[in-house]
């Protein structure tokens, strides 16, 4: 099996903070151990109403403004702040990626040419973002099925065969919640989506948004090649997303974890393998042979 690559997500819990932003790249990269980090970017304007924008957070005390439009501003970075972020990577060993949630975003992040862009499952509906990837975008395009019905996973793959980028698509089985329940994670939607669609596109990912780190592994083991988590310094931090994200030592050990198994998940390549001979030999010599 091929050893999966580990995402850590820190969306926006830098907290609008470049310098934070920074420490959790060298973080993801230097101690976790992690393959990718990944950010998000918005155009905030283009995706809210003028009602939506100037709505209170609807919760106040994780809010970054006076209106939920403003918390969104505050924790937006700008193209070249993006840029800043993709040179940290690369001077970390870790590789780049942005989730994009409208067309304007997907045009400023394909400026920088990362190997994988992603589109959020709130977003995998929106047929002008996933036709701009398509048409403008010559790397991975990484997409949740979160809050999509069977109907809708079908009809997005069709139009990604349709335009030939198939084979660039790599699909996440997803429970859009924050954090989700156990019995609500459903992994084998893993399977499912694997033998509905993994012929189809390059590859399945899981994106988590769960507790702990043993649902991963079992992931892993189900056929995830991607494992994508959200990421934060301090779980305590103020903002929504913390309480579902993973602090550095658990995403070290979830990446250490979910390499084990992959590793482990083989046949034995001979009836008696060379670490079992001698044991063999000092534990068998005396029974009757048949």
């Not at 019995?183 to 989506?193: A, N, T, V």
């Not at 913390?242 to 250490?256: F, I, Q, T, V």
Request: glycine residues 6%.
């Amino acid at each position: 099996m091929k050893v999966p690559k580990i995402i850590a997500e820190i969306g926006c819990n830098h907290k609008g903070d470049m310098t934070i932003a920074k420490e959790m790249i060298l973080t993801a990269a230097s101690y976790c151990k992690a393959d990718i980090v990944k950010f998000q970017k918005r155009s905030v304007r283009e995706l809210l109403t003028s009602e939506e924008y100037n709505a209170p957070h609807p919760h106040p005390e994780n809010s970054y403004g006076r209106t939920y439009g403003e918390h969104r501003e505050f924790l937006e970075f700008t193209l070249e702040q993006h840029r800043q972020l993709q040179e940290w990577c690369t001077e970390f060993g870790i590789e780049y990626s942005t989730s994009v949630w409208d067309v304007t975003s997907a045009k400023e992040i394909c400026t920088l040419h990362p190997s994988l862009i992603k589109v959020p499952s709130a977003c995998n509906l929106n047929k002008r973002l996933l036709e701009y990837l398509c048409d403008n975008y010559e790397g991975e395009i990484h997409l949740s099925f979160g809050m999509t019905l069977r109907e809708e996973e079908e009809n997005i793959v069709s139009f990604f065969e349709n335009k030939g980028r198939n084979k660039d698509l790599v699909i996440y089985a997803c429970t859009s919640g924050y954090p989700v329940p156990f019995e609500d994670i459903c992994l084998l939607e893993i399977s499912r989506i694997n033998k509905v669609f993994g012929k189809r596109v390059k590859s399945v990912g899981f994106s988590g948004h769960h507790l702990g780190i043993a649902v991963d592994s079992a992931a892993v083991a189900l056929g995830a090649e991607w494992i994508e988590r959200h990421f934060t310094l301090d779980r305590t931090w103020k903002g929504t997303d913390h309480a579902a994200s993973l602090e550095p030592d658990g995403l070290r050990k979830l990446g250490r974890d979910c390499r084990a198994i992959a590793k482990a998940l083989v046949y034995k390549q001979q009836d008696i393998l060379e670490i079992e001979k001698v044991q063999r030999d000092k534990l068998k010599k005396n029974q009757v042979k048949w």
